[in-house]
């Protein structure tokens, strides 16, 4: 069965979005947050999160990348904060906690559910020989990949546990692909990037990446291409149903 075009010997997936149904999730938790957040500081006047302010400053980033993005488009600056400041703290890293204490709630009520036509890409990637590693922002790659029954595919997980202690730059930069690639001991041009996020995208046609894989999850596919997808799928297992010999840019 053909997974991926000649040359590429590892895939680096994105978790929320691309494996797992929790981008909806994170979008739910991140909009309770923001609308709480500027209710309380404008009032009836406030104008809501909405889901084109999430995959435009939100979607794919570091939470507190997140946070930064979002509130400087309203023109709203928090201090800065630390990792452990507490949910409530009017700072940047407060309102990713909380943000993050909300989407463990919408977790633990709903469970995590990968899509089944992830399972099925990832059981011909491993069926084939190909390295599988995971590239998320999220500080909560592991459980969640644990709650999917996904961590018998991986070899490799950069989250933002490690992108945080490695200092890395959070995507669009392309620090965290780099990084799973050297986890799994392959250069980059070798190596597969699938994204639903325009900024993981972009992260992986900046590092060089030899195939760079669109899911379109959320009716974006032409800004998938602008931010430089090779190809775009609704499904992962639509690469499966590809003939050898389609060309995929």
């Not at 692909?177 to 001991?185: H, K, M, P, V, Y």
């Amino acid at each position: 069965m053909w997974v991926a075009p000649d040359g590429i010997i590892a895939c680096l997936f994105d978790l929320d979005g691309v494996l797992t149904s929790t981008a909806a999730q994170h979008m739910a938790a991140w909009k309770q947050t923001f609308d709480a957040f500027l209710r309380e500081r404008e009032g009836e006047r406030f104008s809501p999160f909405t889901e084109d302010d999430y995959l435009e400053y939100v979607d794919g980033r570091p939470r507190a990348d997140g946070v930064r993005q979002f509130l400087s488009s309203r023109g709203i600056a928090l201090p800065e904060g630390s990792r452990d400041d507490p949910p409530a703290a009017d700072t940047v890293h407060g309102v990713g906690n909380r943000k993050n204490e909300v989407l463990l709630a919408i977790i633990q009520e709903h469970g995590v559910h990968p899509y089944p036509g992830s399972v099925r890409y990832l059981e011909a990637v491993r069926d084939a020989g190909l390295a599988v590693g995971v590239v998320t922002s999220s500080e909560n790659g592991a459980s969640v990949l644990d709650a999917a029954g996904l961590s018998q595919f991986v070899q490799a997980r950069i989250d933002g546990l490690v992108i945080s202690r490695e200092n890395l730059r959070g995507k669009p930069e392309p620090d965290s692909f780099l990084a799973g690639a050297r986890a799994l001991g392959v250069e980059p041009a070798a190596a597969a990037v699938f994204e639903d996020a325009l900024a993981g995208v972009q992260a992986g046609r900046t590092g060089g990446f030899g195939w760079v894989v669109g899911v379109d999850r959320t009716h974006q596919a032409d800004e998938l291409r602008a931010h430089g997808a090779d190809i775009v799928v609704s499904d992962l297992a639509d690469i499966l149903a590809a003939k050898p010999t389609t060309r995929w840019g």
